[in-house]
Structure formats: structure tokens, C-alpha cells
């Protein structure tokens, strides 16, 4: 006890060489407990995101099978096409219609992994609505032909429209994404699908012009057939309405563009039977539980679905780099950091303890002259490194929960204007023809979930954001980094006191 009364005191007689090791320290730790909650808080925002975004993967034809095939067609004269066309069976028409889907079967097989969530099947396809007025959007070449006041022109007319089936109303991904919002009667549910019910959901400003409303019909012909049983009877389960038409509408200079305007939702069975591909989809949509799951996933898929290039996993874990990247990022550089900072924690604790023990040579040979044990005078010693160390890191504890977020901050936008700038870069060099490439719902390369060809919602940007909360753990760590320096203070004082010898210290005075 009086050993700890002593380097109380003796650390009480010295507040100026204390106070020099405790801002030294003080600076360190600082540094050090925000670069480890900056690590903390990127480490569990990174979870969070794998548990969002990079978990969605679709199967459909590859690019790379459709380009051949185009090339393989175009090899050929249109004479001999032709003549191909005219000796098909039924069967090699279908082949034919379907060379770019993919077998439901495939789909079904795939949504077994156990990694698998939840999936979705979508065929896409243009279907005619005799009795229906199509005025769907201005196109820019109407656009050139509005009159001197800014009058339009006559809407554009055609039976032709876009028909896209799933196996869930809710599910479709304009509804998702918010880009539609179901104004009247209800969304067609799995049971329709299972039972095909001829059932559709109807653009507002569509049914508003061909006046029709929830409960009516219209009638929609099947693909490649004729007569009365090529006629589908389908009725209006719901009215939807453009989001982005709303917002034009509001808008002080209203355009007539409403590209999404002239599509059809209904039940994938009703779909399919519509387009005469029965058995067949344009994609399969699945939702995984984690970005962790991708590789076991593409391995899966190589194993049982790919069919050598025709068919291919699109994965949305580009967006995961996207936002992860510079939140890992950030964690590496505050590692190094932390590295850095707790290695002048030592490096100063290490110096001050020699300068001080050095200085008081004469003070330990007496102490142990006078019969205190190197037990009394170390433990002495130790109360002092405590005492500084506990100083330095209660300060240190204070301001870095006021600094630590804006550590964060600056780490995370040096990271997000590095690669903001490599991205620019590979977008410069990667540009050319092949980007504006048609793929599935003709998007180019765009994934489902991401909405139709006009989406505007889905084209905004995710971004990475750093949420730096001071957690209870950090007053664990801080203690452990409390409980480190202090005994690595005592390595020089453990060592002079040990080998020091009283009556070589009073015979030098």
C-alpha cells in the first residue's frame, strides 16, 4: 500500500514531465481509438450492405450466344433463310421463337440452392390489343413535328403492346422500385399465376383514353395463330400509373412522353400462352442471403445450368464493390492507422520511462537501501505509468467520440474520389459500340431489379455512407490499450530496478 502511495505522490511532484508524456500520449491515442472506431463502424456497415445489395443474380441467354447467332444468320443469303422458314415443323418454330429464352425447368432448377431466398420468372414480349387505342409517348421524331406554338402532334396509334408476366403482381420491379404505383383494384397474386388466369394490369392514361376501368375486358390475340381461337379474353384487375408521367404532369412545360405507358402486367402463364413459348421465360430472378453466397452460386450455376455460353448469371455485385469498396477501403487505411498510432504509443511510453527512471537513479538506490524490495519500488513505478496512461487515454476517449465521425468522413471521400476517378478512366477506355447493346428487357446489360429500359428511379446512384457510432466496446478496447502501454511502460522500469545495485549508486555520490 505504501508502495502506491508513493508513485501517487511522485506522480503529483512532477505535473510538467507528466504532463509533456500524457499530451505525447494523448495525441497517439486520439488518433488510435478513432482510427479503431472508423474500423469498428466500416466493418459492420460493410455486413449491412452484404445483407442488401450484391445478393441478386438472374439467368438468361448470354450475350455472347445471341451475337453468335446473329452472326450465323447474317452469314446466310435471305433467299435461303427464306426457304428454311417454309420447310420448319412445329417443333423447329418453336426452337426458332424460343433460341433466346430460357426453359422454365432451368429456372426451377435453379432456385433450389440453398442459398436462395426468394425468385421470379419474367418473359417480356409485344402482344396485339385489336380494340384498344395505343398512345403510348411522343418519340423524338414526333417531337420535331410539333407546330409553331408548341402544339403536339396526333398521338402515335398501334395494336401492338408490351406484355410483361411474372408470378406475383407485387413483385415486378417498376412496382418495387416505385417507378409504379398501383392507383385502383388489386395486384394478380401466385395463385393466378398457378391457375393462369387471364387477368392484366392497365396503364391509367392508357384505360383513361380507351375508357376502361377495373372489371372490364379487352381482348388480346395469341401469337402466330388466327380465328376465334387465337382471342384471349383478359380482364382488368388493376389500374397503375407512371410515376415519372405524374411528375411531367405537374411540371410547368408537359410533355406527352410516357414510354412505360403501353405495357401490360399479367401472370407469366398468361403471358407465355399469349407469346406461344408455353414452358419458356426470359429470365429468372433470384435473391440471395448474402454477397458471400455469389461464388458458391456462379459454381452452381457452371456445374448445372450454364449449357457451355448460351446461358449466363448476371449479379448485381458490381454495386456491392461500388458501395463496399471504399468503406473497406477505409477499414484497411484505419488499420494502418491504428498500426501506426499504437507504435508511437510505445515508442513514446518507452523513451519517457527511460528518461525518468534514468533521472531518479539516486531515489531507487536509496529505496532499495533502506530495505524496500524491487517488488515495493517497482510497484511503485508501475502506479505512475498507470497514472499516465489512464490520464492520456480518458482524455483521449473524450475527444475522440467528438472527432471520430468526421476521421470517417475525411477517409471515406478520399476513397470515394479515387475511385470515382478509376471508374471514369475504365468508362473512357471500356467505351464503344458494344455498351449500347440491347439485352434482357432491353436494358443493354441491365439487371431486372433495376426496372425497365426507362427507369428513372433505379438509375439513381448508391452511394457508400460511414455512420461512425461510439459503441460500448470501444471503452473495452480502450481499456485493453490502457492495460498494453502501461505494462510495456514497465519493461524499462523492471529491468533498471532489477539490475540496479545500491551500493554502486552511494558510492557514486
Request: one cysteine or more; charged letters at 20%.
Amino acid at each position: 500500500m505504501r508502495s502506491i502511495n508513493r508513485g501517487l505522490r511522485s506522480f503529483r511532484r512532477h505535473p510538467l514531465r507528466n504532463l509533456v508524456v500524457v499530451l505525447l500520449l494523448f495525441v497517439c491515442l486520439t488518433f488510435s481509438l478513432s482510427m479503431l472506431a472508423v474500423k469498428l463502424a466500416a466493418d459492420s456497415q460493410v455486413e449491412e450492405v452484404k445483407q442488401s445489395v450484391g445478393n441478386y443474380a438472374e439467368i438468361r441467354v448470354s450475350s455472347d450466344y445471341q451475337m453468335a447467332v446473329f452472326e450465323e444468320e447474317l452469314s446466310q443469303e435471305e433467299s435461303e433463310r427464306a426457304a428454311q422458314a417454309r420447310t420448319m415443323s412445329d417443333e423447329e418454330m418453336l426452337e426458332q421463337m424460343t433460341r433466346f429464352l430460357v426453359p422454365e425447368d432451368l429456372a426451377d432448377l435453379f432456385s433450389q440452392q440453398s442459398e436462395i431466398v426468394t425468385y421470379d420468372k419474367v418473359l417480356e414480349t409485344r402482344i396485339s390489343l385489336d380494340d384498344i387505342e395505343n398512345t403510348q409517348m411522343e418519340t423524338m421524331v414526333s417531337m420535331r413535328e410539333r407546330g409553331p406554338q408548341g402544339e403536339a402532334p396526333t398521338a402515335l396509334s398501334s395494336s401492338s403492346f408490351t406484355f410483361e408476366g411474372n408470378t406475383d403482381g407485387s413483385s415486378v420491379s417498376d412496382f418495387m422500385l416505385g417507378n409504379k404505383v398501383l392507383v385502383e383494384g388489386s395486384f394478380y397474386a401466385y395463385q393466378d399465376y398457378l391457375d393462369a388466369n387471364p387477368v392484366v394490369l392497365m396503364e391509367k392514361t392508357l384505360a383513361e383514353e380507351n375508357e376502361l376501368e377495373v372489371g372490364d375486358t379487352v381482348t388480346a390475340k395469341i401469337s402466330g395463330e388466327s380465328g376465334r381461337d387465337a382471342d384471349v379474353e383478359l380482364t382488368i384487375v388493376g389500374i397503375y400509373e407512371s410515376v415519372e408521367a405524374e411528375q411531367q404532369a405537374e411540371g410547368s412545360n408537359t410533355e406527352t412522353f410516357n414510354p412505360m405507358g403501353d405495357t401490360f402486367y399479367a401472370p407469366l402463364s398468361v403471358v407465355q400462352e399469349l407469346n406461344s413459348t408455353p414452358g419458356y421465360v426470359e429470365l429468372g430472378s433470384y435473391y440471395f442471403d448474402s454477397v458471400d453466397s455469389t461464388g458458391a452460386l456462379q459454381q452452381a450455376f457452371d456445374a448445372e445450368i450454364a449449357d457451355g455460353d448460351t446461358y449466363e448469371l448476371a449479379t448485381d455485385y458490381s454495386d456491392y464493390e461500388a458501395i463496399a469498396d471504399p468503406l473497406l477501403k477505409v477499414g484497411k487505411t484505419s488499420m494502418i492507422g491504428l498500426a501506426g498510432a499504437l507504435g508511437a504509443c510505445a515508442l513514446i511510453i518507452l523513451l519517457a520511462m527511460a528518461i525518468i527512471i534514468g533521472g531518479r537513479t539516486r531515489e531507487l538506490g536509496v529505496l532499495k537501501a533502506i530495505g524496500a524490495t524491487d517488488r515495493q519500488v517497482i510497484a511503485q513505478y508501475a502506479v505512475e505509468v498507470v497514472c499516465i496512461c489512464l490520464v492520456a487515454i480518458v482524455l483521449a476517449t473524450g475527444v475522440t467520440a467528438l472527432i471520430s465521425q468526421s476521421v470517417g468522413d475525411w477517409l471515406l471521400s478520399g476513397n470515394q474520389a479515387a475511385e470515382t476517378t478509376d471508374t471514369g478512366e475504365e468508362g473512357m477506355v471500356a467505351g464503344g459500340p458494344s455498351q449500347f447493346m440491347g439485352g434482357p428487357m432491353g436494358g443493354g446489360s441491365n439487371l431486372y431489379k433495376e426496372g425497365g429500359r426507362f427507369s428513372v428511379a433505379s438509375s439513381e446512384d448508391q452511394s457508400a455512407s460511414l455512420d461512425v457510432v461510439y459503441q460500448g466496446s470501444m471503452l473495452l478496447y480502450g481499456i485493453l490499450i490502457l492495460l498494453g502501454i502501461s505494462l510495456l511502460g514497465m519493461v524499462v522500469p523492471l529491468i533498471w530496478i532489477t539490475r540496479l545495485r545500491p551500493a554502486r549508486v552511494l558510492s557514486m555520490e
